[in-house]
């Protein structure tokens, strides 16, 4: 929902960054490895490699291609925090021996959340530890979906309103909540007090839409955004301060990736394009996400077309029942070849007594999901694949994307809604939509679903 210069009300005006100004300025520079902690953030950009692991022939593939970014899906979202700082350093260390061989040089970046979950700062001091970077530069906002920085705090709209984001229902998160909206105050929170408020410089709005920006020397950088536009001048200071011999690690939201690479807000795939990237019949539609707006374009998706609904029950699997997913196997097998399939959890939120015992309870629900998924449309599978695999939810949609289709490679070939819900075009098998969990109103998921059904029966 990308909104205008005037919205909120009373703002400076906007000073135009085109996305080709970027563009011109990224001559020359290096590569940017986006690590991406689920594959959420390629929802905003089109054309870009994604790698799903990174062996040293997957990273050299990726940098063959020529783009000025690629992402490396390291699902470190999923993970325990040393897990989840043992696979951004491998990652780092696998992109730059890489990168070192074909002469070249890249920039390490961590992709994470909009609303502010994930692995911080652990995953920007591992990275900065590898590389050496001076300082974080932290820019969550989306304004595609509704998430703005304005005066250093981060906000979420809902139509024409604004709340501030430890208000919202991801602030409490069972694993990764918190307090504070100011980012701040937040940056203090997340890292115990070891990177205080005071180490933490804001650049705002004004001085944004005032003209060229001088970046601030502090720990941790805060980009205020409202618009595209706002980032695109943020990355603009970015390349300056780095031509200057400054190396920063980027803790952001997908608009900050679209910015840096120097992509512009571009329309959802046409209908003739989409018409070519999915097979025929029906698809498959995998819900993992538990949050209340996932809950709510499912009963939008249910109201609108026939569907059938074939459930995995988590007490079940916690259990250890396998011969309740062989029936739910044999359930999607069958309901494909007649109508649209869901394939979704029970929608009662199971946690554990702490952070440590919730991720396991998710890994082995994500386990159970995506083993299904795999036996029904992998590579593996005697099934006929379904005209293309919809995972909804961020760590759903990664650990389908690994874990079910093996899709190692694939290409981000755009979004199916503006700004929100990529399309990716893996190197085998099925088209996979990734469609995150916390984006979109109540008929998003309805909507595309209509697209691709329609692409798919044309």
Known sequence: ???????????????????????????????????????????????????????????????????PAFFVLTNTRSLAPD???????????????????????????????????????????VIAAEVGADAVVLAPAFPDAGRITLDGVHWLADGDTLAPVAESEFAADATFGYRHSRLADWVAEKSG?????????????GSLR??????????????????????????????????DGARFVYRMGPSFVRARVGQGGQPPIADADLRDAVGTGHGLVVVGSHVAR???????LGARRELARVEIDVPTVLDSDDAHLDDVVAQVADSLEHRTTVLSTSRTL??????????????????????????????????????????????????????????????????????????????????LVVFAGNVGGEDALADVVDRLEEAACA
């Open 1 to 67: 929902m990308q909104q205008d210069g005037e919205w909120p009300a009373g703002l400076p005006p906007v000073r135009a960054v085109p996305a080709e100004e970027v563009r011109a300025a990224l001559a020359g520079t290096p590569t940017v490895v986006v690590l991406d902690d689920d594959p959420t953030g390629t929802q905003t950009v089109r054309d870009l490699p994604v790698l799903t692991r990174w062996s040293a022939g997957d990273v050299d593939w990726a940098l063959a291609q020529g783009a």
């Open 83 to 125: 897990d989840a700082a043992a696979r951004t350093r491998e990652v780092v260390r696998t992109c730059r021996d890489v990168a070192r061989r074909r002469g070249v040089e890249v920039i390490v970046a961590s992709r994470s959340d909009s609303t502010l979950r994930g692995h911080f700062p652990l995953e920007t001091d």
């Open 193 to 205: 007090g070891a990177i205080p408020a005071d180490d933490v410089a804001e650049v705002g709005l």
């Open 210 to 243: 005032a003209g060229p920006v001088t970046l601030p020397r502090a720990r941790v950088i805060v980009l205020d955004a409202v618009v595209d536009d706002d980032l695109r001048a943020g990355v603009l200071a970015i390349l300056a301060a780095e031509r």
């Open 294 to 300: 996932t809950s709510r374009q499912l009963e939008r």
């Open 350 to 431: 199971v946690t554990g007594r702490d952070e440590a015992e919730s991720l396991e309870i998710a890994r082995r629900v994500s386990a159970a999901l995506t083993g299904v998924v795999g036996r029904v449309a992998g590579p593996d599978s005697a099934a006929s694949p379904p005209a293309y695999v919809l995972a909804k939810g961020g760590i759903t949609s990664s650990d389908v994307a690994t874990g079910s289709l093996r899709a190692d490679r694939a290409w981000v070939r755009g979004s199916l809604l503006p700004g929100i819900v990529s399309l990716w075009a893996p190197a085998s098998g099925p088209p």
